[in-house]
Nanobody, 126 residues
Framework: QVQVVESGGGLVQPGGSLRLSCAASGFTLDSYAIGWFRQAPGKEREVVSCISSRDGSTYHRNSVKGRFTISRDNAKNTVYLQMDSLKPEDTALYYC???????????????????WGQGTQVTVSS
């Protein structure tokens, strides 16, 4: 069964850090672009960060640039999202998603992604 599973969420104080993991099962991630998305209560789901399987190029939305880092470990079939200097506005349900990648184009639109996890909650609060 093809699936991705997120882990690593939790409650953290403002300024703290968390590392989210996205583990794949039933397929190998090395041919897939991976995206992290988030949805806060009452808001639309939005892209956070994406990473290419072709050249490791990345995308981060402006509000997380300099604070979040996306990386992949193909040997562990896992993609990570390191989140530092967390802010209350980062509070959301975080999802990872996978899309097979045939070119250097890195998708950032959620509708381009095929496989989705169930999400992991991140809460930033004092």
């Amino acid at each position: 069964q093809v699936q991705v599973v997120e882990s690593g969420g939790g409650l953290v104080q403002p300024g703290g850090s968390l590392r989210l993991s996205c583990a794949a099962s039933g397929f190998t991630l090395d041919s897939y672009a991976i995206g992290w998305f988030r949805q806060a209560p009452g808001k639309e789901r939005e892209v956070v960060s994406c990473i290419s399987s072709r050249d490791g190029s990345t995308y981060h939305r402006n509000s997380v640039k300099g604070r979040f880092t996306i990386s992949r470990d193909n040997a562990k079939n896992t993609v990570y999202l390191q989140m530092d200097s967390l802010k209350p506005e980062d509070t959301a349900l975080y999802y990872c998603a996978a899309k097979i990648q045939y070119s250097d184009y890195l998708p950032t639109d959620q509708f381009e992604y095929h496989y989705w996890g169930q999400g992991t909650q991140v809460t930033v609060s004092s």
